[in-house]
């Protein structure tokens, strides 16, 4: 399969001022990933540790203070490599909604609160694409009806919708131009549980007929698990493991992704949960050496002052952790007494 995106040592870092005293959180800190053509990447970690500035950077939304520090982002559309951090606004502008689109976070917000939802697409439909109103209207209800979604909400303003009708239809917004590349944060977080399986189930649908690519972020690896094909983990704005979904929930070998998984609600009652001790670090001043080890029970002395590598283990499975690169396994099992 073609890679769709490539990042390449990326760094970002918020930049700001006050009192004369510089402040720099590197919330994006040398991450390099490929994204394949048609699958959806799952983007997971804690609160804090980059998920969402790193999609601002692949999207090409960044602002001040989030500074490009180093590093590249590429897409690859129909066999043209562009450099989406070289790209000025209008470039940028072509490219989103027809061929890149966004999910944001709290997306509940987008809708026009006084415009009804037809009027929302018509207006969102003509502003990206050479249509009118009758073939906007209708290119919406045959879009809608495809994903299953009552034509009647069509005439309600977004107050009149339940939360998960109104995520349903941003989501609808957000890919009725056949974008390649859909990216999604936290798209199903603040919904309750049944209603986050009708959000999942869109997406999939999405994907599924419209072959796109879609990168997901989100803390929780239950939406992960039910649609990611890859699993990249963030830690204090690094990548610290990467592999397909099957490797990640039930061979994860860095001892963070061993401790998310490990924290997971289980169906079999007895099974212990394990917390994460500790809290991710402040980002303005992270740990020296691996960002994890003031809170991994495997610490070693090299792990305050190196760096680990992300390193391939096995074909497509790449983790960063000194314990892994020295051929030590890091056996679930070994919890219990490391606790
Ligand atoms: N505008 C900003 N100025 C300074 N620091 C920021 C800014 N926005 C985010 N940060 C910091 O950057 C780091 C990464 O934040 P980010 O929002 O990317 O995390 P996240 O993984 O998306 O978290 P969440 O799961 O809570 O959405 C955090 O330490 C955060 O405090
Ligand atoms: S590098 Fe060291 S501190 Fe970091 S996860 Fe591996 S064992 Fe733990
Ligand atoms: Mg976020």
Redesign the pocket.
């Known amino acids: 399969m073609r890679n769709i995106v490539e990042v390449n040592n990326l760094k970002a870092y918020?930049i700001?001022e006050a009192f004369g005293i510089e402040r720099t959180?590197k919330?994006v800190d040398g991450i390099s990933l490929q994204i394949k053509t048609g699958e959806v990447y799952g983007i997971a970690?804690e609160?804090?540790?980059?998920?969402?500035?790193l999609l601002k950077v692949l999207l090409g939304a960044h602002q001040p203070?989030l500074t490009i520090v180093d590093g590249s982002v590429k897409y690859f559309f129909d066999g043209a490599e562009i450099a989406t951090l070289s790209l000025d606004h209008n470039s940028l502008r072509d490219l989103r909604w027809k061929e890149v689109s966004y999910i944001p976070?709290g997306s509940m917000h987008v809708l026009n609160p006084v415009r009804r939802i037809r009027d929302t697409f018509y207006d969102f439909i003509t502003a990206h694409a050479p249509f009118g109103k009758a073939e906007s209207t209708e290119m919406t209800r045959v879009y809608l009806r495809g994903l299953g979604l009552p034509e009647k909400v069509l005439a309600a303003y977004p107050h009149q919708l339940s939360g998960g009708m109104r995520q349903r239809v941003t989501i609808a917004l957000a890919t009725i131009l056949s974008p390649k590349l859909i990216f999604a944060d936290?798209p199903t977080t603040a919904l309750d549980v049944i209603v986050q399986r009708g959000v999942i189930q869109l997406l999939k649908e999405i994907q599924q007929k419209e072959g796109s690519t879609i990168v997901l972020i989100t803390?929780d690896l239950g939406v992960h698990a039910n649609l990611a094909d890859r699993i990249g983990v963030l830690y204090a704005g690094k990548l610290v493991e990467e592999a397909d979904k099957y490797t990640i929930l039930k061979e994860p070998r860095h001892p963070y992704t061993q401790y998310l998984i490990n924290s997971l609600p289980r169906l079999d009652e007895r099974a212990e949960r394990v917390s994460i001790p500790g809290r991710p670090p402040a980002?303005d001043n992270p740990p020296t050496g691996c960002r994890f080890h003031p809170r991994c029970p495997f610490a070693m002395d090299k792990c305050r002052t190196d760096d680990p590598e992300l390193l391939p283990i096995l074909p497509g499975h790449r983790v960063a952790c000194h314990l892994v690169a020295d051929g030590l396994v890091v056996e679930e099992a070994s919890y219990a007494t490391a606790r």
Request: proline share 6%; aromatic share 6%; hydrophobic share 20%.
């Open positions: 918020y700001t959180v919330a970690g609160s804090g540790c980059g998920k969402s500035t203070p976070q936290e803390h980002l």
